[in-house]
């Protein structure tokens, strides 16, 4: 049983399928397919992480991006046009740079580019020095780019479909059942009792309220991370453009809206709404950056409710409850890790053992202390 019909879930699922022949698997949704975090995110894909357990992760992601529409036989509109992240200040500088050598050390594509490249790749940018927060410079990763978010969810829904998966939404789960050695037996829902003998919990922003079910405690927090769209116009912005020191991030999709996301809400919530200052400012950033955007009228906002560990990695792991595995705390990042993050958490479900990319992002590291501290990567404020 997995819980959550979010990318990453159904990734998982597909993957159990596919590489593991286990098909008798059903993902119960509260909801409706991706309709979580999965259809409400910016779509930004990169790998450009700082640490190397991270590295090695979202690249193994990004790598199956490449690949995924043809896997898939469905078109998720992979586009690697580019992330262009922007340095505001001297630390910014010394941060960014250090992420480019990193991850060139690693075999990752980064490269640095002076105030005047960054605009001749990016011709809208605004980069003269009169700003309140100049552009020094910035790291731009070729590779990394958006993809058509939803597309992502129908795409593993109906490979996986295809392979024997059973996808139930409307399914609510409210309790698990467990049996007297302590290990999962069933789930109690809200279209009746379901035995389970594993479980996989992939509920980005509720994962704590489903592990409670278990009696577990997680390191989590959730939090509203918010996002808007312009009216459509025709293409003006050729990358992905972030800049973590004023919280905005940009992209235009294919339809032709100014894609925009926000940092969190400073307070813990489960509201899919959020504070209006926070889109407020980002605003303000967009415009300062990007002066001529400042004309567009905003179509639509909404907000998604993601979960933030201490160390801002995710947790991919087995748990102390036999046959109850968790995959989450992404925080607001973890749709560019979707592939990867089904790939490995389905081999460890299937051999009740951590793929070896998972194994740093257990929830043993909470214990023995081994943070991944990736706050500088997330290029969005949380
Ligand atoms: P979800 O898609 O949220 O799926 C979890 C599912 O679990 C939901 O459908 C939910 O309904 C279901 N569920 C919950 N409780 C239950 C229950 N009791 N029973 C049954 N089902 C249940 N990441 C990036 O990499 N790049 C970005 O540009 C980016 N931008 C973002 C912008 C915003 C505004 C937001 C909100 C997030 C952003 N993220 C980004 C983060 C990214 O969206 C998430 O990390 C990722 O989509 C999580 O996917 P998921 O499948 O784990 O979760
Ligand atoms: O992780 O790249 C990211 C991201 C961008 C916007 C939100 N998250």
Not at 211 to 237: C, D, H, N, T, Y
Request: aromatic fraction near 6%; charged fraction near 20%.
């Amino acid at each position: 049983m997995i819980i959550g019909a979010g990318g990453h879930g159904l990734a998982t699922a597909y993957y159990l399928a596919k590489e593991h022949a286990i098909r008798d698997v059903a993902v119960l949704e509260k909801g409706w397919l991706g309709g979580g975090n999965t259809g409400r995110n910016t779509t930004i894909i990169r790998s450009n992480y700082l640490w190397e357990e991270s590295e090695a992760l979202y690249e193994h992601a990004l790598k199956l991006w490449e690949a995924l529409s043809h896997e898939l036989n469905y078109n998720v509109m992979y586009s690697p046009r580019g992330v262009l992240m922007l340095a505001h200040n001297l630390h910014d500088v010394h941060v960014l740079k250090r992420h480019v050598h990193a991850n060139r050390l690693a075999g990752i594509d980064n490269e640095w580019l002076t105030a005047e490249e960054a605009k001749a790749f990016c011709p809208p940018l605004n980069i003269s020095a009169d700003m309140r927060h100049p552009v020094l410079g910035a790291a731009l990763q070729r590779r990394g780019g958006v993809a058509r978010h939803d597309a992502v969810a129908w795409g593993y829904a109906r490979a996986s479909d295809a392979l024997g998966v059973d996808i139930i939404e409307n399914c609510e789960v409210r309790a698990i059942r467990r049996a007297p050695n302590s290990a999962v037996m069933a789930l109690e829902t809200t279209r009746g009792v379901i035995e389970a003998r594993r479980i996989g919990v992939v509920a980005a922003g509720h994962t704590s309220v489903i592990m409670a079910m278990a009696g577990l405690r997680m390191p989590l927090e959730s939090f509203p991370l918010q996002a808007l769209v312009s009216e459509p116009i025709k293409p003006v912005l050729p990358c992905v453009v972030m800049s973590n020191t004023i919280h905005a991030y940009i992209s235009q999709s294919d339809r032709g809206e100014l894609v925009i996301g926000a940092g969190t809400d400073q307070y813990v919530s489960y509201s899919q709404t959020g504070a209006l200052h926070i889109p407020v400012h980002t605003l303000e950033a967009i415009c300062e950056l990007f002066p001529a955007f400042r004309r567009l009228r905003m179509l639509r906002n909404w907000g998604g409710i993601v979960d933030v560990t201490p160390d801002r990695s995710p947790i991919i792991s087995k748990t102390p409850v036999p046959g109850l595995y968790v995959n989450c705390g992404w925080g607001t990042g973890g749709f560019k890790a979707t592939p990867g993050s089904g790939h490995v958490f389905a081999a460890t479900i299937a051999s009740d053992d951590p793929h070896p990319l998972a194994a740093p992002f257990s929830l043993q590291r909470f214990v023995s202390g081994r943070l991944i501290d990736e706050a500088a990567a997330a290029a969005v404020a949380h």
